[in-house]
Structures are given as structure tokens and as C-alpha cells.
């Protein structure tokens, strides 16, 4: 029995207006998975039984057409299937997502950049990896090359505040150490209340040696406030930073407050208490300094700084005797540290080992002559006499 006209007539807008469209895979599948594969399959085979052309099934297809050939290595080809989607389906964000990343894949970082802010047009919730494009350009041709990536995509607007930040470390690699300096400047103008910038400019200020200016950056940067929301170990570390810049800037009582804040967060660090003791050194205050020494000690009873410091504390009780026994323990560990040597020779002078000593100055000034410090030189003199100078400035 044949069905009535009008039943027939009934049911056509409801297959003129049934979608094919299927769930497509992520866009940040890998391109050699077989989801895409598959899903090429299963559109064509769709599109065959489709008893109408439906766009939106074929701009499906051809999505994962354009996947699989980037699997395959297809570039160009994968490309053009990609931005033929993004013709016909204007408001897609995946057609220009997914060629951005065929593009970044093969090195046509200037493309994916171009395609990944298109995507982003498209969906505003994205966000453009600039920074990662600038990695792999810095990985695969050098800091120079990734620079002049990132400063055309900041002429874009298209570095945000992360990616400023891969871009003055990036100068600092390169060794252009003012344009980096003002990239953080610049960050610090844009997000005042966030202490990364502040501890990257205070590491330029370390190597130029500024240290004054290095504390103040770092002080900055443990009260602004998104300081409090690190991980404690973050903040015990630039607190240590800070102690450290304050130690080489003389100012030892605010050195003393900011290693303790440090060690409050974590005192599992042998450095940090060995820091400890050489600021109490400084505050004439040995037995603190002691104390500090001692759990360097124990925490790493190979850290040769440790029983420099026990050496030197010994020293200023006046017990010669103890502290060659720590400097001695300290130059098995770093048997190449000259000053360590020096101290050596300035017990053994102390004891009348006068011979001995002469000999430590000379190993000393082979090891290291520029660096030994000239007041520790002046003391041994003035027990060996004139024989000192020889050793030091003579020939080894």
C-alpha cells in the first residue's frame, strides 16, 4: 500500500533539516591519531548516504581530510584544506587553530601566528601561544632569531605578559642586557603587584654588581601583592635573595631578618644556614653564627663553606688549633679554593709553623694570586715577617 502524498510531504523538512554533524576530535589532537582517520571515514561514508549535500557535514569532512593529511606530512595541502573550512564556516575557530599548528610544526612561525590569532578572533577565550612559537623559534634557530619573532609579534600585539617575559630572558641569553632591562620595566609598569619581573631585574643588578640596587628590587618584589600567593618554597627563595643582596650591600641587620624569614618558610637548605653564619660573622655575634654553621654542617657534611665558617669562628675565640682542624676539613672538600689555603697558612703562622705557612701562601697564589684577600695577606706578613711578600708576589 502506497503512503498518502501529504504523509511524504509531511517528513521533508525534517529531512532537509537533519544534521550529519558528528563530535570531531579536539584540536589539540596529535594529527597522527587515528580519531582523525576515523572521522574521515565515517563523514565520507555519511556523505554518500546523505540524501541531501549538507555544508555543514562537508566542512566536517574536509576538517578531517586536512588532518589526516598533516599526519602525512602534506603540508601545503593540509593548509589550503584547512583554510577552505575557515572560508565556509565563518565563525569556526578550528580550521585556523589547526592550521596553526601544521604551520608551527613545519617552522612557518610568522603563518601559525597569523592563523592562531585568526582562531582567536574567532573564539576570544583562546589565547595565542605566542610564547610557545617563541620557544621553538629560540630551540630551533637561536636567541636572536626568536627575538625578532617576539618583537614582531609584540608589534602585533600578540605578547602578552608571560610572553614579554620569555622575551627579556631571551635578551639576557643573547647578552643584550638593556633591552632586556627595560622589557622588565615595562612588565613591572603593566602588572606592578607580580614579583617575577622584580626578581629578573634584580639578577641584572646582581651580575653588574649593584647590590644595593638588587635588594631594593628584591624587597619590592617580597611586598607587592601577589607575593603572597607563591608556594612557600617561592617565597623563601627570594627572601634568601634578598638576604644574600643585603649581606653584599653591608647591610647585615636586614640581611639577619630576611634569611630568618627564609628559613621559617624552609630550613632544609645548607647554603641558606651557611648565609646565616656568615651575616652573624658580620654582627659579631659568633656563637649565633656557630649555631648557623653547624646545621650547614649537618644538613651536608660535604659543604666545605661550613667549616670555613667553624674555622673562622674558632679563630675569633682565639683557638688556632680548632681552626686549622676546620680549614683543613674544608680544603680536603674544595682542595682548589685558594683563601681557604691563606686561612690555613694564617693558623699555621699563629702556631709558629712558620715554614708550613710559607708554603700554603705560595699554593695559594698559584691557585688563585688576584683573588686573595689583602688584609688576610697583611696578618700573615706581619708574623713571617718579610717572607710572605715573596711568596705572594715572587715566582711560583
Known sequence: MKKPLFLLFAVMPALLSCSYSMRLPSVHEPFASPKWSRCAGELAARQARALVKDLLLDSQAILCRAAVSASKGQVDESVELFTEVGVRNKEDFRPHYLAGRVLADSGRYDEALTSFERAARRNPALVVPTKDLGSQVNERSGP??????????EAR???????????????????????????????????????????????????AGHFQAEAELLFLASTCAAFSELSPAQRAEILYSLAFAKYNAGEYGRAANAI?????????????????GWIELKRDDPEAASLAFRKARTLDKHLAGAYVGLGDVAMLQGD?????????????????????????????????????????????????????????????????????????????
Not at 168 to 184: F, G, N
Not at 260 to 276: F, I, K, T, V, Y
Not at 341 to 360: Q, T, V
Not at 361 to 375: F, G, I, N, S, T
Request: aromatic share 6%.
Open 320 to 396: 688556632a688549633v680548632a681552626a686549622l682542624t676546620s680549614f683543613e676539613r674544608a680544603a680536603q672538600l674544595a682542595p682548589t679554593e685558594a683563601t681557604t689555603l691563606l686561612k690555613i697558612a694564617y693558623a699555621h703562622a699563629l702556631l709558629g709553623n712558620k715554614e708550613k705557612a710559607l708554603g700554603l701562601v705560595q699554593q695559594a697564589a698559584r691557585l688563585d694570586r688576584e683573588q686573595l684577600p689583602a688584609e688576610l695577606i697583611e696578618s700573615i706578613g706581619s708574623l713571617l715577617e718579610e717572607a710572605v711578600i715573596t711568596g705572594v708576589t715572587g715566582a711560583n
Open 157 to 207: 600585539g600578540l605578547c602578552d605578559y608571560e610572553c614579554q617575559g620569555l622575551l627579556a630572558r631571551t635578551y639576557q641569553a643573547a647578552k643584550r642586557r638593556d633591552e632586556a632591562r627595560k622589557v622588565y620595566e615595562e612588565m613591572i609598569a603593566k602588572k606592578p603587584q607580580e614579583p617575577g619581573a622584580y626578581v629578573a631585574l634584580a639578577g641584572l643588578e646582581n651580575a
Open 260 to 276: 630568618s624569614e627564609a628559613l621559617a618558610l624552609d630550613g632544609s637548605s645548607a647554603p641558606w644556614h651557611l648565609l646565616r
Open 144 to 153: 636572536n632569531v626568536a627575538i625578532d619573532f617576539l618583537v614582531r609579534a
